[in-house]
């Protein structure tokens, strides 16, 4: 699948019809092909100023980092590799800010980095932002572009993240504050089922890949997939999603919801 | 017992039916060999002592996989009397992989939740290897409310490589399925003890293993995923599936330093399966341990205490704080 | 239109039609016939009003299988604003025949939840007919509980002839979802409104009926059973289904009159069908005035009125105290 | 299928294997064929025999009777014909009694009468007793053995309560009493999608038939019908009944879930 995000100078192939779009214009049309409706994928701090009013994010716990708690061979090239190319800390941002002037607590994960996936780093911070958003009776929206699910190279502390942040949601669920997830080009194992899952509303932008085991976990069993396997329009028929919203209506059904649940 | 014998193994294995030869060629002649044999026993049992207590993370993998460990179901039978199992998510469908239901554990009323991966081929495919679908998770949940409504403790047996991986599990939203157990168990209002029995394998075992209290066997496995998936996704760094299980750290000691586990429970010398009884009662005696404090706890306490549990897990580098 | 008028119907149309004929004839004349024609009109209307508030039970029946009714997304799309439809039970799958979803009803924030059986071929096809399976029960619970949660009034649109009768159905426990969607509604903590607007068929109506108060269009039915159905089993009564339509009533009056209906919408002389956005309206005003008065109380006084609402219903004779 | 009660002086053929049965002998095995397990239905009265401790059963509301609220055609006639061959007053006794030296409130739907059906009587006594267990903190079981569900003959009166019954058994969950299902024989439509299956535990005995639509229903909708549809068992397989229990342990089996329960 494509992982292709808008780097190239001056203009970008979709890569699901391949046609050569200007960069600029598939800015504009929030990385949409304008040809296809193909949703390319979304990085963290494009997402927020897609999304938020200008001005208003106020991001929490920018500096937590991994401390590669496992000695996990690799992990630190890689982790370096990924800052670098991101210019993220790890595979998530949180914070604060107003969507047409709604203020709320906001995540979103990044496919870039890692594939998404959640170790120590990305658990602590979305538990965080759900205290805080308890603290201060905000809503909060997580966005999910997580392939990968628990970060293996976090070992057990990565999977423990999946009870942390699950046991946060529960938290948000009893306070009565309301937890709207968007899952955007993929959203897997660990991540799908822990707090990505878990909110009272659950959207998805249309192409979404959407599952507990991916591609690589399935290989293990030869099943013939059924026609548009894990795809967002298959899982909202299997009644899992509550919605399929096209990127360039999101404030405006986000901000219906925040206005209609506060 | 053969098939029950692992490579690490053999050399002991050998020295030890060595000696019993040895034992049974000098008892025929009329000079007394047992001194000689008294010593030899004693270097046997200091050899054992330090190979098993020294089992390399991959031996203790297979050790679960492929020697015939105590399942869940000798647990059950064995610790709850007056057992009545009861079935069904009132949804869908029942789950074999699970076994769940209710009895008594000592002197308490408890439910009891236990992966089962079946001991003979038709038990192992009748109960898919002890892979849950999202059927056995809401299953467990159903039973687990029926624990809080009626405040009984619950004991669950982790003993599973994961959840189901296949297209139906997919299909009726096994993520969707853990994540509310997840969540629910995170607040359960009764206590909640998970004893970690044979292999932990992500987030299948976690869909029952919040508890208040995390036990493990010693030998026994818990991993963020299997080490095969992790060398063939490390493949180019050449690393073999034992090397991942040591990366991994998915030991019970190793664990119990990053504060995952609560308690460790010491097998039998040559491991739980090699003394069944006394491995079921040590695991007994763990959990009303455990139990004796957990049922004193004010229930608002009990879960805020969980809560922080959760909470605390994790280690990374904060910088406004160091 | 044709297709939409029922026998009884007939003579009164026809005689419209010829008065309609008749004024067209006369135009021609110099002579002023105005106040015959107004004389005629009277009449006709005389007649209108007297056959149009008397219409038997079973052509209420017909008329809400066989005439183009309003249906529930006809009243969700003229009543609800900034409409947001929500999907799916979270647990195996969505049905189209209950649509879901949030949206503005005047100046309230409201749930709703209507049974569509569809306009056209296709669409009866997507939507079942109206008839719901488990699933479609679930989602409506899923989301009821969401009103719950953020306390929002819930609005629900009862238009079905019964749950889905299938194999699926069954396999997947219909009658205990149904069930669990009484239990829960009857406790739900927040104001509940069901208007009847079409067929009211046994539990599978029940399934989304269980409200603080009932609303009930004119000319719509409601019944334990198809008048069909009771005849078969009558059958050596050599009962029809019109009499049995009249035995069972089902009547919007006479459910009023056992006080399972609360009210009584009244529909436009020819009935809803024909003219659609008065009908609209006035299931908009009922509810409105319902909601105002519901969402005053408090909750605990609301669901216990709810409780006592259904635990008076019945009757029978207790030889104890008469 | 067979409606057959011990009924034919000295012996009884066996519905569903054809072999005679001496009555007493059948009697003693709860009315379980012995050669072939065939669970006989067995009426309100004979229930109670069969589970409470003797002499320890109070009857509610014995004299509850119908008023025939509809003026439906038959309807007075059949009640009186029933009423006179089962020595019911209608399709349910309810009442107060201990189950090895337990006290409970238990109620009993009859077959015999109506098809176990459930009107106005029904369903009061019913909603009555499960509110007596609340007053009293008693635990409640509920056997039903109801071909029929709502009682056609009392229209939507029948059909309303579906809702009361279920709102008595949602106050039972809300009181945290104990409340245990058994279904026996047949358990359909409006009972079976009531209280019938709102119990904390629901039991079947072998062979009962559980649904929601019965064989009159279905007969609309042409489909091949998988192998045990409806059956006990089936259901247990679709995880909707917590167990099947033979009818000669059926005692000590509740006796054991009231105990651990209590
Ligand atoms: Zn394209
Ligand atoms: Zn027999």
Redesign the pocket.
Same mark, same amino acid.
């Given at each position: 699948m494509a992982r292709n995000t808008v780097n190239i100078e001056g203009s970008f192939n $979709?890569p699901? $019809?391949g046609?050569s779009i200007d960069d600029e214009e598939l800015l504009k049309n929030y990385k949409v092909?304008p040809? $296809?409706n193909?949703h390319n994928p979304v990085g963290a701090q494009e997402r927020i100023s897609m999304l938020l009013d200008p001005g208003t994010f106020i991001e929490y716990d920018p500096v937590l980092n991994t401390s590669d708690p496992l000695n996990f061979p690799l992990y630190k090239e890689r982790i370096k590799k990924d800052q670098k190319s991101t210019g993220l800390v790890d595979a998530v941002i949180t914070g604060k800010g107003e969507l047409n002037g709604i203020p709320l607590v906001i995540g979103i994960t990044d496919y870039r980095f890692r594939m998404g996936s959640m170790g120590s780093v990305l658990g602590e911070k979305i538990t965080r932002c759900m205290e805080k958003a308890i603290e201060e009776n905000l809503p909060v929206i997580i966005f999910s572009s997580s392939g990968g699910g628990a970060r293996m190279q976090e070992g057990m502390l990565s999977l423990m993240q999946m009870a942390k942040t699950s046991a946060s949601s529960k938290k948000l669920r009893k306070a009565r504050i309301l937890y709207i997830n968007v899952l955007s080009f993929k959203s897997f194992a660990g991540v799908m089922a822990s707090f990505a899952g878990l909110g009272h509303i659950i959207i998805a932008e249309p192409g979404t890949q959407i599952g507990f085991t991916g591609e690589r976990g399935r290989s293990s069993i030869s099943q013939e997939l059924p026609e548009g396997f894990q795809t967002a329009k298959f899982m909202v028929e299997r009644g899992m999603i509550d919605m399929i919203v096209e990127r360039n209506e999101m404030k405006s059904v986000l901000a219906d919801l925040l206005d209609f649940f506060s | 017992m053969d098939k029950n014998i692992l490579d690490f193994e053999k050399p002991i294995m050998e020295l030890e039916s060595k000696i019993e030869e040895l034992k049974e060629t000098v008892s025929s002649f009329q000079t007394d060999f047992s001194r000689e044999i008294e010593l030899l026993e004693k270097k046997l049992n200091r050899e054992k002592r330090a190979l098993y207590s020294n089992i390399s993370p991959w031996y203790k993998v297979l050790m679960q996989r492929e020697v015939q460990r105590p399942r869940a179901s000798d647990y059950i039978n064995s610790l709850i009397r007056n057992k009545t199992e009861l079935f069904g998510d009132r949804i869908y469908g029942d789950d074999l992989a699970l076994i769940a239901g209710i009895g008594k554990f000592r002197n308490y009323d408890v439910v009891f939740l236990g992966q089962e991966k079946g001991k003979d081929t038709k038990e192992r495919l009748e109960r898919n290897f002890g892979l849950m679908h999202p059927e056995g998770y809401r299953k467990a949940l159903r039973i687990m409310k029926l624990a809080e409504k009626f405040k009984k403790p619950v004991i669950t047996f982790v003993d599973t490589q994961g959840a189901h991986p296949g297209v139906d599990a997919e299909e009726r939203g096994q993520a969707f399925a853990i994540a509310e157990n997840l969540a629910e168990m995170s607040a359960l209002e009764t206590p909640i003890i998970c004893v970690v029995i044979g292999e932990g394998g992500s987030g299948g075992a976690l869909g029952i293993g919040v508890a208040d209290k995390i036990l493990m066997l010693e030998n026994a496995i818990y991993s963020v995923c299997l080490p095969e998936t992790c060398s063939e996704i490390l493949w180019r760094a050449h690393i073999t599936p034992p090397e991942s299980a040591v990366a991994l750290k998915l030991t019970a000691e190793e664990l119990h330093e990053f504060g995952i586990v609560d308690e460790i429970i010491k097998e039998p010398l040559e491991g739980a399966h090699r003394d069944i009884e006394t491995a079921i009662q040590r695991v007994g005696r763990a959990v009303k341990k455990n139990l004796d404090v957990l049922v004193k706890l004010e229930i608002d306490d009990l879960v805020e205490q969980r809560y922080q549990k959760y909470r605390n897990i994790g280690e990374f580098i904060d910088e406004n704080y160091e």
């Amino acid at each position: 699948m494509a992982r292709n995000t808008v780097n190239i100078e001056g203009s970008f192939n $979709c890569p699901e $019809c391949g046609k050569s779009i200007d960069d600029e214009e598939l800015l504009k049309n929030y990385k949409v092909c304008p040809f $296809c409706n193909y949703h390319n994928p979304v990085g963290a701090q494009e997402r927020i100023s897609m999304l938020l009013d200008p001005g208003t994010f106020i991001e929490y716990d920018p500096v937590l980092n991994t401390s590669d708690p496992l000695n996990f061979p690799l992990y630190k090239e890689r982790i370096k590799k990924d800052q670098k190319s991101t210019g993220l800390v790890d595979a998530v941002i949180t914070g604060k800010g107003e969507l047409n002037g709604i203020p709320l607590v906001i995540g979103i994960t990044d496919y870039r980095f890692r594939m998404g996936s959640m170790g120590s780093v990305l658990g602590e911070k979305i538990t965080r932002c759900m205290e805080k958003a308890i603290e201060e009776n905000l809503p909060v929206i997580i966005f999910s572009s997580s392939g990968g699910g628990a970060r293996m190279q976090e070992g057990m502390l990565s999977l423990m993240q999946m009870a942390k942040t699950s046991a946060s949601s529960k938290k948000l669920r009893k306070a009565r504050i309301l937890y709207i997830n968007v899952l955007s080009f993929k959203s897997f194992a660990g991540v799908m089922a822990s707090f990505a899952g878990l909110g009272h509303i659950i959207i998805a932008e249309p192409g979404t890949q959407i599952g507990f085991t991916g591609e690589r976990g399935r290989s293990s069993i030869s099943q013939e997939l059924p026609e548009g396997f894990q795809t967002a329009k298959f899982m909202v028929e299997r009644g899992m999603i509550d919605m399929i919203v096209e990127r360039n209506e999101m404030k405006s059904v986000l901000a219906d919801l925040l206005d209609f649940f506060s | 017992m053969d098939k029950n014998i692992l490579d690490f193994e053999k050399p002991i294995m050998e020295l030890e039916s060595k000696i019993e030869e040895l034992k049974e060629t000098v008892s025929s002649f009329q000079t007394d060999f047992s001194r000689e044999i008294e010593l030899l026993e004693k270097k046997l049992n200091r050899e054992k002592r330090a190979l098993y207590s020294n089992i390399s993370p991959w031996y203790k993998v297979l050790m679960q996989r492929e020697v015939q460990r105590p399942r869940a179901s000798d647990y059950i039978n064995s610790l709850i009397r007056n057992k009545t199992e009861l079935f069904g998510d009132r949804i869908y469908g029942d789950d074999l992989a699970l076994i769940a239901g209710i009895g008594k554990f000592r002197n308490y009323d408890v439910v009891f939740l236990g992966q089962e991966k079946g001991k003979d081929t038709k038990e192992r495919l009748e109960r898919n290897f002890g892979l849950m679908h999202p059927e056995g998770y809401r299953k467990a949940l159903r039973i687990m409310k029926l624990a809080e409504k009626f405040k009984k403790p619950v004991i669950t047996f982790v003993d599973t490589q994961g959840a189901h991986p296949g297209v139906d599990a997919e299909e009726r939203g096994q993520a969707f399925a853990i994540a509310e157990n997840l969540a629910e168990m995170s607040a359960l209002e009764t206590p909640i003890i998970c004893v970690v029995i044979g292999e932990g394998g992500s987030g299948g075992a976690l869909g029952i293993g919040v508890a208040d209290k995390i036990l493990m066997l010693e030998n026994a496995i818990y991993s963020v995923c299997l080490p095969e998936t992790c060398s063939e996704i490390l493949w180019r760094a050449h690393i073999t599936p034992p090397e991942s299980a040591v990366a991994l750290k998915l030991t019970a000691e190793e664990l119990h330093e990053f504060g995952i586990v609560d308690e460790i429970i010491k097998e039998p010398l040559e491991g739980a399966h090699r003394d069944i009884e006394t491995a079921i009662q040590r695991v007994g005696r763990a959990v009303k341990k455990n139990l004796d404090v957990l049922v004193k706890l004010e229930i608002d306490d009990l879960v805020e205490q969980r809560y922080q549990k959760y909470r605390n897990i994790g280690e990374f580098i904060d910088e406004n704080y160091e």
